[in-house]
């Protein structure tokens, strides 16, 4: 299978100030860098766009946009590679189709233990009533 590559020029990439410690340089230069991929306008294949866009993720807006803020490297270079590591990572998974799901049936054994716990708390509540039979 052949890997699908994210072209560049569709990605926006923004600098931004990173978080958390950083000594002297954490107030002046912008380490962190988020970059934003508009899955809907991409040249992804229909297929992995609708799997990417079906994803329950966060970081997907509304509107389609994908948003990756790296920030854990104290170079710009590196947090840019690190982003588009992170979304070729998202792209790939999405490539491969999900398995179907093949329905099962719970096997006899589980079926009677499941019975005998019901069986045996409802017997506890029964218990905790008393003998006044309500």
Do not use: C, H, Y
Request: hydrophobic share 40%; charged share 30%; glycine share 6%.
């Amino acid at each position: 299978m052949s890997r699908i590559l994210v072209d560049p020029a569709e990605l926006v990439w923004t600098a931004l100030r990173a978080q958390g410690p950083g000594g002297q340089n954490v107030n002046k230069v912008s380490n962190a860098v988020q970059l934003r991929f508009d899955v809907a306008a991409s040249s992804l294949p229909e297929a992995v766009k609708a799997r990417l866009l079906a994803r329950a993720d966060q970081r997907l807006s509304r509107e389609g946009v994908l948003v990756i803020k790296a920030q854990t490297e104290r170079s710009l270079l590196r947090n840019q590679a690190e982003a588009l590591a992170r979304l070729q990572a998202l792209v790939d998974a999405a490539t491969q189709p999900p398995v179907p799901r093949r329905a099962t049936r719970p096997t006899r054994a589980s079926v009677r233990r499941r019975l005998d716990a019901k069986r045996q708390q409802g017997e506890r509540k029964a218990a905790r009533r008393g003998g006044a039979g309500d």
